[in-house]
C-alpha cells in the first residue's frame, strides 16, 4: 500500500460558494497500479491531491482525517519532515507545464534542483543523472533540453520535463494532477503511454486526477468517482466502466461522446452547397517570421448539414472560422455564402450581410459582456440592423426558451449563470440574426462532460428545427462523431482528409487522421461498449 | 454597485475619505471663517502660532494669516488637482483608446508621441511650459494635466488592446456593430475602472507638482497656495518654522487622503482568492 | 547574440522618439513670446529693429519656418546648444559642468530607494497582512505623499539646524580647501540629505511595488511546483519568486529616471546644490529660454541612456524578450 487516505475532510474559507472541498474521504493506493480520479469542477479533486502533499492555498485547511504515507501520518508530520518526503519519496506533476516551470531557469537546472536538495551527488553527477532522465522521457536531445528555457520547448517536451523532475528520486508515489489536459490529444496519447511505462518500470503508485473518462479508461487501474467533494464510487477499472452502480457515475460515462457517430437519417443528396470554401490562404507576421496560417484550404458545407473542421493547435481551424465570419480577412481564395463572395465584398456591402454568418463563441466567460443584461445582448444585433424593440424583444424572449432558458431570465447578468447556460445564450445571440450558417467554434471544449452532452444535443435540435446549416469547430474527434454529418481534418493550416463523418472516424485514410483517430483516449473501450 | 459597498468595508478608503472631507471642510469654509483676503497684511509678522487669538496659526514672515492662507490655499490645490486630473485622464484616455483599438499605424505613432512626452521630465517641462505660457493659477492647472496624461494613456491602451480581442467584443464585431459603438458602449465602459483608480495617483502627483512649482517661486503668486507659504516659510526656517511646517503636513494630508481612497478603490475592484478544485 | 540585437533595435526605435521631442521643442520655441535676440537686444538696451533683423540673420534666427527648424535641427546634431545670455558661455558648456553633481544625487539615491526598497518590501511581502506589513505599508504611504522640498527642509531643521550633525547646503565646504580622500569624504557627507530627500519617494514606491509583486508571483503556478519539490520557503523566495518579482521592479527603474530629473530640481534647489535641476531653476527665473531648452535636450538624452541600459539589464534576466521586428 503506498497510501492511504482515511476520513479526509478539507474546509474551505469563509466567502467561498461552498462550505467542504472535500467531505470524509477513504481512498488507498496501491504500490504497484494506477487510481484515476474522476470527476467534473467543483468535484475537489484538486484539493484532495495538493492535500496529500500539504501544499493547500491560504484559507484551505484540512480538518479531519489521516493520511498515511510509508506507515507515518503525513498531517502529524513537522514540516521539515514533509519537505524530505515531497521531491523524493512523493512526486508531483501539475496541469500546466508552461506555468508550472520557473520561466527563468533552464530546465536542466530546475531538474538538478531536485537532485541538489535530496541528494549529495556532486555536480558533474547530477548533470549526468539529468540528461539520463531526459532520454528515458523519450525527449529526442536531452542535451540540449536540459540547457534550455521552458518557453524554447513545446507543450509536450515541457511536461515529459516535468514528469523527469518528479520522478528523478524514483519516488514510491507519483500524484498526477490533470497532466494532460492542457496538451493536444496526439501529445496526450504520448504522456499517457509514458505514464503508463514509467509506472510499470519503477513499481510504483500512480494517482491519477482527471476529468476525462476516456483517459481514465485509457490507464486505469482502479477508479475513484468524486463529486462536490465526495467519494461516490470506486472499484476496478473493469468494473466501473463495464457496471458503474452508481447513478453519477453512469450519467458521467453515458455523457462521453463516443468515436462512432450516431446512426441518422441519410443526407440529402442534392443539398446544394451554402457555403464554399475555395483555395483560402492567409499568413500572418509572428515575431519576424510568417507563419501560415491556411493554405490553399478548400472545403463545402451542403445546406441543412454540419461538417466539423478537427485538427489540433496550430491546425488553423480557428483562423478558418473567423475568416468565415469575416473577423479575419484572408489573403487570397475565396468564400461563398450561396453564391456570394463575402471576401471581395467593402465594408458596406458585408454589413448587409453580416447576418447571414454568426458565430457562437468558445469560453462562456469571455463571450458575454459582463456589463449588459443577458436580454440586451441577444437583442443588440437586430437593433443595430434597424429592427424595433417592440419587435425584437418577443422574439428575444422565445429563443430563450429555444435554447432551454427561462424567457424570464432575460433581465439577468451573465455572472449569474454557468458555463454551460451562458453558452445557451450565446447560441441565442447568434440566432437572433436568423442566419444560413452557424459557424460554433469550440463551443463545448469549455464545459464539463454532462453539460457538454447537453449543449451538442441542444445544438443538434435547433439545426434540424431551423433548417440550419453548422460548421462545427473542435479538437476533440469524439464530439464531432455525435454531430457532424461530414468530417474535414486539418493539419499545419491544410486539409488532410475530408468525408462523411463515418468513413472519415472509423477508416481514416491520411496518416495524419489515423494517428488523431489512434490517439483517442479510451477508443477500445468505447468500441467495446457501443452496440 | 457592489464596488461602493467593498469600498466602505476597506479601512483605508474610510481613513481616506474621512481625511478629504476635512481638507474639503477647509475648502468650503475659508470664505467664511477668514472673510479677508488671506494675502493681505493682517498684523505683525512672525507671530507664533497660539499666541494671538486673532492668529490661531501665526503670521508669516510678511504679516500675512497663516491659518487663512491654509485654508484658501486648499481651494488652490483641491481646484487645481481636479481640473488637471480630468485634462490627463480626458486625453490620457483618447489617446489610448484609439492606439489600442485601431492598432498598427495609428498604434505606432500615438505611441511615438507617448515615448517623447514620457522621456523629458514631467517637471522639467512642466518648467519650460510655465516661461512659455506663464502660471496664472488657470493655466497651470491645463499645463500640468498637459504633462500628466502618458500614463493614463498607456493604462488605457493597455486594457484596450486585452479587451479589443475579447470574444464578447469579436461577438460584437460578428454582429456588424460599427468601430464607434464597440468602442464607446462595448469596451470603454470595461477599460474604465483601473483608469479611475489610477486617476487618484493623477490627482495626488498633480497637488504635488504644483506645489513644488510654488515652493520655487515659479506658481501664481496673487493666489494663497501651500507652496507659497513653504517658500515664505523657507526664508525664516531657523527662527519660524511652523510657516514651513505646517502646510507640508496639510499637503501630506491631503495626498494620503487621496492616495488611500485610490488603494481603496484598486482593492474594491480587483478580485482576491484564486481558488481551484 | 540576443542582447546585442535587442541594444540595436533599442537604440533605432530611440531615434524618432528624440526627433519628436526636437520637433515638439522647437513648436514650443516658436509659441515663446520673443526669441534669443530680443533678450540679447533687452540686455543691450537697444531697440534698433534694421540691428534685430541683422541679428536674427546671423544667429539663423530669420527666413521662414522650415529655414529655422532646418538650422535648429542642424545645431543641435553639432551639439550646438545655443548660447546663454545669462551665463555669458555655450549653453553645453554650463551644462556639462553641472552635470556630475546631478549624476552623483540620481545615482547615489535610484540606488539606495531600489537596495533599501527591496529589503523593507521583501519584509513586508513575508509577513504579508501582519503588523509589520501594515506598519511598512503605511509608512510607505506616508512617505510617498510627502512633498520632497519640505522633507528636505524639515531634514535641515532637525539635522543642521537643530542637531548640527550635518551640513545645510552646498556640495563642499567651500571655506576649507580638501583634496583627494578628504574631499570625496566631505563631498559624500553633504550629499547624505539630499541624497535621502529626494530617495525617499522612491524608496516608498519600490518598497510597495517589490510588495505587490512579490505578492503576484508567490500565487504562480511554479512556486508550487518549487514546494512540491521540498524547497523550504526561504529558498523559494530568493531562488523562485525573487528574480521573477525583479522583472517589474526592473522595468519600474527606467521609468523613474524621468521623474527623479525632476526631483532634482527640486531638492537641488533646497540644499543649494551646483547641479542641473538648480540651472533649471534659475533658467526659468531668468527667462533664459536657451538653456532651459538645452537642460530639455539633455535630460531626454539621460533618460534615453537610462532606459537604454534599463532595457539591456531586462533582457538579461529574462530569457523569453526577443527583439521584434
Known sequence: ?531 | MAVLKSLARSPSAIIGAALLLLILAMAASAGWLFPNDPLSLAGRPLQAPFANPRFPLGTDSVGRNVAAQLFYGARTSLLIGLISTIVAIVIGIVVGALAGFYGRWIDTALMRVTEAFQTVPSFILLLLLVVIFGSHIGTLALTIGVVSWTAPARLTRAEFLTLRNREFVQACRGLGMPNWRIIFFEILPNALPPVIVYASVVMAFSILLESALAFLGLSDPNVASWGNLIADGRRVLRTAAYVATLPGLVILITVLSISLIGQGLNDAMNPRLRRKD | MRILRLALYRLAVSLPCMLIILLGLFLLLQLAPGDAVDALMGQMGSSDTALAETLRQQYGLGGGVATRLAVYLLNVLRLDLGFSVAYNQPVLTVILQRLPVTLLLMISALSFAFAAGMVVGLLAARRVNRWPDTLISMLALIFYATPSFWIGLMGILVFAVKLNWLPSGGINDLSADYSGVRLVLDTAVHLILPTMTLALIYFAIYVRITRASMLEVMTLDFIRTARAKGLKEGAVLVRHALRNALLPMVTILGLQAGGMLGGAVVVESVFTLPGLGRLAHEAVIQRDLNMLLGIVFMSSLLVIAINFIVDLVYARIDPRIEANG
Open chain 1, 1 to 531: 500500500m503506498a497510501l492511504s487516505i482515511e476520513n479526509l475532510s478539507v474546509r474551505l474559507p469563509r466567502h467561498a460558494d461552498r462550505e467542504y472541498a472535500v467531505r470524509d474521504l477513504s481512498l488507498d493506493v496501491g504500490d504497484n497500479e494506477i487510481v484515476c480520479v474522476v470527476g467534473e469542477s467543483g468535484s475537489g479533486k484538486s484539493i484532495m491531491a495538493s492535500s496529500i502533499l500539504r501544499l493547500l492555498p491560504e484559507g484551505v485547511t484540512p480538518e479531519a482525517g489521516r493520511i498515511l504515507f510509508e506507515g507515518e501520518n503525513l498531517f502529524g508530520l513537522p514540516l521539515d519532515a514533509m519537505r524530505g518526503i515531497r521531491g523524493a519519496r512523493i512526486g508531483m506533476i501539475f496541469q500546466d507545464p508552461m506555468t508550472a516551470l520557473n520561466p527563468l531557469h533552464r530546465v536542466g537546472d530546475q531538474i538538478a534542483e531536485t537532485f541538489r536538495l535530496h541528494t549529495s551527488l556532486p555536480p558533474a553527477e547530477v548533470r549526468a543523472r539529468v540528461i539520463d532522465l531526459l532520454g528515458q522521457m523519450h525527449l529526442p536531445d536531452p542535451a540540449r533540453a536540459a540547457r534550455a528555457y521552458p518557453h524554447e520547448l513545446s507543450g509536450g517536451q515541457r511536461q515529459r520535463a516535468m514528469i523527469a523532475m518528479a520522478l528523478a528520486l524514483e519516488p514510491k508515489l507519483l500524484i498526477a494532477d490533470e497532466p494532460t489536459t492542457a496538451l493536444d490529444v496526439t501529445t496526450q496519447a504520448q504522456i499517457l503511454s509514458l505514464i503508463r511505462e514509467l509506472q510499470q518500470r519503477n513499481r510504483m503508485g500512480v494517482l491519477f486526477i482527471t476529468h476525462d473518462f476516456g483517459v481514465v479508461a485509457e490507464i486505469a487501474t482502479r477508479i475513484a468517482v468524486m463529486r462536490h467533494g465526495v467519494l461516490v464510487e470506486e472499484g476496478s477499472a473493469a468494473k466501473v466502466l463495464e457496471a458503474p452502480e452508481h447513478p453519477y457515475t453512469r450519467e458521467l460515462i453515458a455523457a462521453v461522446p463516443s468515436l462512432k457517430p450516431p446512426s441518422k437519417e441519410p443526407l440529402q443528396p442534392l443539398g446544394q452547397s451554402v457555403l464554399s470554401i475555395v483555395n483560402v490562404s492567409k499568413t500572418y507576421r509572428q515575431k519576424g517570421r510568417d507563419v501560415a496560417a491556411l493554405k490553399n484550404v478548400t472545403l463545402a458545407l451542403r445546406r441543412g448539414s454540419t461538417l466539423g473542421i478537427v485538427g489540433e493547435s496550430g491546425s488553423g481551424k480557428s483562423t478558418l472560422a473567423r475568416c468565415i465570419v469575416r473577423l479575419l480577412t484572408t489573403d487570397s481564395g475565396a468564400i461563398e455564402v450561396d453564391g456570394a463572395n463575402i471576401t471581395a465584398m467593402t465594408r458596406v456591402e458585408w454589413r448587409k450581410n453580416v447576418r447571414r454568418v454568426q458565430m457562437v463563441f468558445q469560453d462562456p466567460y469571455a463571450s458575454l459582456n459582463p456589463r449588459r443584461k443577458v436580454g440586451d445582448l441577444v437583442a443588440q444585433g437586430p437593433l443595430i440592423h434597424g429592427a424595433k424593440a417592440a419587435d425584437v424583444y418577443p422574439r428575444v424572449r422565445d429563443l430563450f426558451a429555444l435554447v432551454g432558458l427561462d424567457p424570464a431570465a432575460v433581465d439577468r447578468y451573465p455572472h449569474e449563470f454557468s458555463g454551460g447556460q451562458r453558452q445557451r445564450i450565446g447560441l441565442a445571440r447568434a440566432l437572433a440574426m436568423e442566419p444560413d450558417i452557424l459557424v460554433a467554434d469550440e463551443p463545448v471544449s469549455a464545459l464539463d462532460v454532462s453539460v457538454q452532452a447537453q449543449v451538442l444535443t441542444l445544438i443538434a435540435d435547433i439545426q434540424r428545427k431551423l433548417g440550419l446549416s453548422v460548421v462545427f469547430i473542435t479538437h476533440d474527434l469524439r464530439v464531432a462523431a455525435q454531430i457532424c454529418d461530414r468530417v474535414a481534418i486539418m493539419q499545419g493550416g491544410q486539409v488532410v482528409e475530408e468525408g462523411m463523418a463515418a468513413d472519415v472516424l472509423v477508416a481514416p485514410k491520411h496518416p495524419y487522421s489515423q494517428a488523431l483517430v489512434a490517439a483517442v483516449p479510451g477508443r477500445k473501450w468505447h468500441a467495446a461498449t457501443d452496440v
